[in-house]
C-alpha cells in the first residue's frame, strides 16, 4: 500500500509562482513513478506530468510544458510540482498519482488526496 499526501496549494496572482509537494509513504520511488494530474470545475481529469523513471526521465503535458517542473527528494520521499507564469485556466484541484515503473499512466495504481490551487487576481 502506497499513501501519498499532498501539500503546498493556495490562492496565487496570474502570473505568480506556487510549488505543491507530495509525500510518499515506504520506499515508494524504488518501485513506483510519481507524477501530477488536475480536475479543474466540470472537466475531466488530466495528467500534468512526472517522473517516468527510475532514471529519472520527466514527461509533461503541452498545456504546461515550459513552465511546470516536477522533482524528487529521495531523502525525503518527496515529490514537487513547481509551477511558474500561472494562468486562471491552472485552477484546478492537483493530485499526486503512482504508478508502478513501466505501466501506463492513463490508470495510476494510488492517489493522494488532492490540493487546490487557484489562480485569481
Known amino acids: 500500500q502506497v499513501q501519498l499526501v499532498e501539500s503546498g496549494g493556495g490562492l496565487v496572482q496570474p502570473g505568480g509562482s506556487l510549488r505543491l509537494s507530495c509525500a510518499a509513504s515506504?520506499?515508494?520511488?524504488?518501485?513506483?513513478?510519481l507524477g501530477w494530474f488536475r480536475q479543474a470545475p466540470g472537466k475531466e481529469r488530466e495528467f500534468v506530468g512526472a517522473?517516468?523513471?527510475?532514471?529519472?526521465?520527466?514527461y509533461y503535458a503541452d498545456s504546461v510544458k515550459g513552465r511546470f517542473t516536477v522533482s524528487t527528494d529521495n531523502t525525503k520521499n518527496t515529490v514537487y510540482l513547481q509551477m511558474i507564469s500561472l494562468k486562471p485556466e491552472d485552477t484546478a484541484v492537483y493530485y499526486c498519482?503512482?504508478?508502478?515503473?513501466?505501466?501506463?499512466?492513463?490508470?495510476?495504481?494510488?492517489w493522494g488526496q488532492g490540493t487546490q490551487v487557484t489562480v485569481s487576481s
Open positions: 517522473i517516468m523513471s527510475s532514471a529519472g526521465d520527466t
Open positions: 498519482a503512482a504508478v508502478k515503473y513501466g505501466r501506463s499512466w492513463s490508470s495510476p495504481d494510488y
Open positions: 515506504g520506499r515508494t520511488f524504488s518501485t513506483y513513478a
